[in-house]
């Protein structure tokens, strides 16, 4: 059984960083594709970033040069590293091990299809 856990959500000001991190267990880490989904208005789904078991990265628009996915392989361990943070990017972070189908809901009802999700991790950006 897939488990997710994520870590380092907090409180910053404006501007300020933050480091998420993520580890789990039943699964093949470097033959998995990693991501962070956050919430949306009208419960739904984002994804923030994610990163391929082959390494290649992706960001969304609105994260893209502020934001830096990365994974240790050795450590089983995946990072997101948040700088510039903006008061629009407070929200529930969750750590997933990527599926073929799209969340629609955040957190989804059950895993499956839509990979396998974590408990989430809060992150709060004040003015």
């Known amino acids: 059984e897939v488990q997710l856990v994520e870590s380092g959500g907090g409180s910053v000001q404006a501007g300020g960083s933050l480091r998420l991190s993520c580890t789990g267990s039943?699964?093949?880490?470097?033959?998995?594709?990693k991501g962070w989904y956050r919430r949306a208005p009208g419960n739904e789904c984002e994804l923030v970033s994610s990163?391929?078991?082959?390494?290649?990265?992706y960001y969304s628009n609105s994260v893209k040069g502020r934001f830096t996915i990365s994974q240790d392989n050795a450590k089983k361990m995946v990072y997101l590293q948040m700088n510039s943070l903006k008061p629009e990017d407070t929200d529930l972070y969750y750590c997933?091990?990527?599926?073929?189908?799209?969340?629609?809901?955040?957190?989804?009802?059950?895993?499956?299809?839509?990979?396998?999700w974590g408990q989430g991790t809060q992150v709060t950006v004040s003015s």
């Open positions: 990163i391929s078991r082959h390494g290649t990265p």
């Open positions: 039943g699964f093949t880490f470097d033959d998995s594709d």
């Open positions: 997933v091990v990527l599926g073929w189908g799209k969340p629609d809901s955040c957190p989804p009802s059950s895993n499956g299809a839509v990979g396998y």
